[in-house]
């Protein structure tokens, strides 16, 4: 099963509006971490966000974490057109006989409109 | 600029080709990473390299085959394939295995990969 599921899978917004995105997982985890990538790049960590925290923020970005509901957002404040990218969320998932990975969930397409 | 260099960018192959897809990382992180990516989905883990040993491979075909030669570079030779095999690849690395530790991994912009 997918360890991380985003919505909405595309959100269009003006610049200068909020841009808010959702991620549900289904296992315990330790940290979770959210990824940007512009088309054609690789990803690039944005923020990494342990279960004992409720809320951290970096810049535009805020993030929040409720292991409760096993839910995760990422908002990003006066979105500007270079915001435009894949947002993914990520969580660490340990197996007995294989090892750790990164799990990605299905992202979310962000476009700032100008 | 990333720090993580792969190349070629571009890659056009024939089905009974061979090609191999290089990485490199002057960071000193002991993992590295393989990725496919197809349009529109997120990355799916391939293969993970860990102090040069591989300690996870995803039940990938043997048409793909990894290899590190040291701690700085990561290959991924390419042979007989599929045209379901065009993706975009991408190579990632981290201080540490993730098994040891939390970090973000640090990735390439990737290799794009066609099959004829």
């Known amino acids: 099963s997918q360890q991380g599921e985003e919505d909405p899978q595309a959100l269009s917004i003006q610049e200068g509006e909020n841009a808010t995105m959702n991620c549900s997982y289904k296992?315990?985890?330790?940290?979770l971490q959210w990824y940007r990538q512009n088309s054609g790049r690789g990803l690039v960590h944005l923020i990494l966000i342990r279960s004992n925290e409720r809320e951290k923020h970096s810049g535009r970005l805020r993030v929040t974490l409720d292991t409760s509901k096993k839910s995760s957002s990422l908002l990003i404040t006066a979105s500007r057109a270079a915001d435009t990218a894949s947002y993914f969320c990520?969580?660490?998932?340990?197996?007995?006989?294989?090892?750790?990975?990164?799990?990605f969930g299905e992202g979310t397409q962000l476009t700032v409109n100008p | 600029d990333t720090e993580v260099t792969q190349t070629p960018k571009h890659l056009v192959m024939g089905m009974t080709n061979k090609k191999s897809l290089k990485c490199e990382q002057h960071m000193g992180h002991r993992a590295m990473y393989w990725y496919k990516q197809k349009a529109k989905k997120p990355p799916e883990l391939m293969f993970v390299y860990s102090y040069e040993k591989l300690s996870i491979n995803e039940s990938v075909p043997s048409r793909f085959s990894p290899e590190c030669p040291n701690s700085s570079l990561l290959n991924l030779h390419l042979h007989a394939l599929q045209p379901e095999d065009s993706a975009l690849y991408l190579c990632a690395s981290s201080q540490l295995p993730m098994v040891y530790s939390n970090q973000p991994q640090h990735f390439g912009d990737g290799t794009r990969l066609s099959i004829l």
């Open positions: 296992t315990s985890i330790n940290n």
């Open positions: 990520a969580t660490k998932r340990s197996l007995e006989t294989s090892g750790s990975r990164l799990t």
